[in-house]
Every structure is written in structure tokens, then in C-alpha cells.
């Protein structure tokens, strides 16, 4: 039983079993520095598949030994998206999932095909990466096949998540000296002023890369997200949380710190030192604080702004 793996317990999605649409070999449309499969060339269409019989087989013993999966989660050694017989395996798995959630974690690279488009407008949960804004580095750290542009990439994420119905993630992993700089940042956030969704999740190389490059520390990413327009959802998911130097805040500096970018527990641990988790724990306590759980993730802020944030913390419900 090769194409199936897990279950993983994800935080952010909950217990997985993940589907491997290129199990028997990398098949991606991306070549991007800092992924965690060897270095091979970026291709457009896969050239070894899996049979959906195959897939379903496997699935079905899966789900017989583990019954208790929140969601069916479609990956690949590669992009999934590039499996040619995508849009036949969700019918087949809409068939048997009853209440169990199907997700897909894409590289976004194929959305601009409007088979591809119209194939994940019918899955639950959708994450899609987004890792640069502008062509030049785009290039650099994707690497991408021939033909792939992102600002077909960045215009096929805007109209999807204006017409899709389920919870959509987007994803930045930031590469030091290349997607980090303020003026990367900013293209970004002008791309994602158009961008509907549930979640943005920031982060940075947490496996070693496939080829030598360097990520962020916490402190760092916490920095680049103050750049991000504050109506937007972000997250920052990075493991490199025990990198940063807990600091002192005062009540009037955490309440200010959570106004400017609603925290998360993880966030509050790796940014407060001990007296400032005390503050941060009475400011809840008295109800100046408040929280609010998206997509498994609960985040705070100030209750007399959670209004106001609200929206813009979950466009989408």
C-alpha cells in the first residue's frame, strides 16, 4: 500500500490520510530550492500514473484500519494536481468519505487550467502556495517548468477563491536574501488584497532543502508579517519558534502587539517572557482580550477590536 500514508496528526488540519498521487517517483512542475525531495527538473504532465482503481484500493484498506480521519488529504512526490485522472478520483472518493473532509495541498502552478480550476472547486479544504509575487524571484525560488508564469498563477488564486465554497489556505515559505525583502513582501501583499480565504500561513525552511539555501528565524517572520496589510489572516507556522528571545511586554504594549497581528498561543510563548504571559492571562481574564478559533488554530485579540478584526481574520466562514 504505497499511495496512501499516515494517518499525520496536523495541527492546522486536523488527523490526515494522505493520498500520494506520484508515489513511485518526483513528478513536479516546480523545481523549488527548498524543497525536501531530490533536485530534479521541472516537468509539465506525469509520465508514470497511478491507476484511480489503484488509489481507491489502497484508500479503502486505510479507512477500514483507521475509521477516525477528519480529512483525506491529496499530495504527491510532486504537485498532485498534475495527476491526469484528478477530477474521476474526488467523485470516487466523494463516493465513500461520508463526513470525513478532503483537502488537497497544491503548489498552485496548474489552477490557471481550468480542468484542474474546476476539479478543486469541488474538494472541502484547499491549500494553495504562493511564495512570490513578482517574475524574477518566482523564477529563483520555484524554479517552475517552461510556460508557468506567476501572474497567471497569482490571477487563477484571485478568481478561485471568489468562487470556491470551501476553506481556502494560502501558504508563503520564505527563503532567506531572496522572497524576504520589503519589497517582495509588499507584491505579495498587494496580490493578496484580492485573495478571499479562510487562512494565510507564513513560514520558512523547517526540513533540510534540496539545495543550500538558509530560512528565518521566528523573530523574523513575526517582523515580515507586520508589512502584510492588516486585514489580512496571517499565520505563522514556522518550528523555529525556540529560536526567538521571549521579551518583556507591558498591558498597554500587548494589547497594542494584538491589535497590530492577532497572535496564537505558539506566537505568545516564542514573543513573551513570563511576566508578560502573566499580563497577557489577566487581560484575558478581565475580557480585554478575546479569541476566536479558525480552522483549528485560535487566535486573540483585543475585544473591543474583535468586531472590527473579525472579518478580516475570516473572510470566509
Known amino acids: ?144 517548468a517552461e510556460g508557468i508564469e506567476v501572474a497567471a498563477i497569482i490571477d487563477a488564486i484571485q478568481r478561485f477563491s471568489h468562487l470556491y465554497q470551501g476553506k481556502l489556505f494560502i501558504e508563503i515559505l520564505f527563503v532567506r536574501g531572496l522572497n524576504n525583502s520589503p519589497q517582495e513582501v509588499l507584491a505579495l501583499n498587494t496580490a493578496l488584497q484580492s485573495i478571499k480565504c479562510e487562512r494565510i500561513d507564513i513560514g520558512t525552511i523547517d526540513r533540510p532543502p534540496a539545495y543550500p539555501i538558509q530560512g528565518l528565524e521566528f523573530k523574523e517572520l513575526y517582523e515580515l508579517s507586520h508589512i502584510f496589510d492588516p486585514s489580512l489572516p496571517i499565520h505563522i507556522v514556522s518550528r523555529t519558534h525556540a529560536t526567538a528571545t521571549p521579551s518583556h511586554y507591558s498591558q498597554d504594549e500587548i494589547l497594542t502587539t494584538l491589535d497590530k497581528r492577532p497572535l496564537t498561543d505558539d506566537d505568545i510563548n516564542a514573543l513573551f517572557n513570563e511576566e508578560s504571559k502573566k499580563q497577557f492571562h489577566i487581560l484575558l481574564n478581565e475580557g480585554k482580550i478575546t479569541k476566536i478559533e479558525r480552522s483549528n488554530i485560535v487566535f486573540y485579540l483585543p475585544s473591543q477590536n474583535s468586531e472590527r478584526k473579525r472579518p478580516k481574520i475570516a473572510q470566509k466562514s
Open 1 to 144: 500500500m504505497n499511495t496512501i500514508f499516515g494517518p499525520i496528526h496536523s495541527r492546522r488540519f486536523g488527523v490526515s490520510l494522505g493520498i500520494d498521487l506520484s508515489s513511485s517517483t518526483k513528478q513536479c512542475n516546480f523545481d523549488c530550492l527548498y524543497c525536501e525531495l531530490t533536485p530534479m527538473q521541472a516537468i509539465k504532465a506525469q509520465h508514470t500514473v497511478t491507476s484511480v482503481e489503484t488509489i481507491l484500493h489502497d484508500l479503502n484498506e486505510a479507512l477500514r484500519s483507521h475509521p477516525n480521519i477528519d480529512v483525506i488529504t491529496l499530495t504527491a512526490n510532486g504537485e498532485p494536481t498534475m495527476y491526469p485522472h484528478l477530477n474521476e478520483l474526488i467523485t470516487c472518493i466523494d463516493a465513500i468519505k461520508g463526513n470525513i473532509q478532503t483537502l488537497i495541498l497544491s503548489n498552485s502552478a496548474s489552477l490557471s487550467n481550468e480542468n484542474v480550476f474546476n476539479a478543486l472547486l469541488r474538494l472541502d479544504q484547499v491549500k494553495l502556495s504562493l511564495d512570490a509575487a513578482t517574475p524574477e524571484i518566482f523564477r529563483k525560488i520555484d524554479r517552475p
